[in-house]
Structures are given as C-alpha cells and as structure tokens.
C-alpha cells in the first residue's frame, strides 16, 4: 500500500503542475497573470493540492528525493492561512523556477521502478 500511496501523491503533484503550465499557456506573462485575478486563483489552488500531496508523501518516507519538500508544504499553508498576504511576485518565481524542478523530481519518481 505505501508505493501505491507514494505513487497516488506523486501523480498528483505531477498533474497539478501540468495544470497550471496549462492555464498559463506558452506566453506565461507575468502582467497577465497579475491582472488575471481567476487566473492567480487558480494556480494558488494547484499550488495547495502540491503542498498537501508532498505533506503526505512526507508522512510515507520522509527522506522522499523532492528538494525543499518543507518549503513546499510551507507554501501551501501560506497560500491557504495567509490568503490576504499572498504576493505575486513570489508565487511567480515558485512557478518560473521551482516547478520545472519540481516537474523533473517527481517524474523521475514516478518512472522510477520502485515506485510502481
């Protein structure tokens, strides 16, 4: 049950990231996103679905291979607890440089034969 777990939160971390590079496009304009309040809102919730799934994939092996691991979770709570504190700009570096390495780590995770 443990790998099926690890491999249930994995999957859902991956397709949270895929969802918000979908909902960003290809431009992935800062100002649009900034003006686009749906938008914003939608991402921060994609941003709360990965920090619970790394939350428990925590709980199941704390030594899991994602870096910043507590960061992540911490941003969750941040996004959930501090809703009226968010900045955007912050929220935008987490998408334009944590995600495509969180994206990488996950997927190595999830290809990785111990996983499955």
Do not use: C
Request: aromatic share 8%; charged share 30%; net charge negative.
């Amino acid at each position: 049950m443990g790998n099926r777990s690890l491999k249930k939160y994995l999957y859902d971390v991956q397709q949270s990231i895929v969802s918000i590079y979908e909902y960003l496009g290809n431009k992935r304009d800062f100002f649009e996103y900034e003006s686009n309040k749906q938008l914003r809102r939608a991402v921060e919730r994609e941003l709360e679905i990965i920090g619970e799934a790394v939350n428990h994939l925590l709980a199941l092996d704390e030594t899991i291979a994602i870096d910043n691991a507590r960061r992540i979770v911490d941003l969750r709570n941040f996004v959930i607890h501090g809703y009226d504190k968010v900045d955007n700009v912050i929220i935008w570096g987490v998408i334009s440089r944590d995600l495509p390495k969180l994206k990488e780590q996950v997927d190595k995770l999830l290809d990785e034969q111990t996983i499955l």
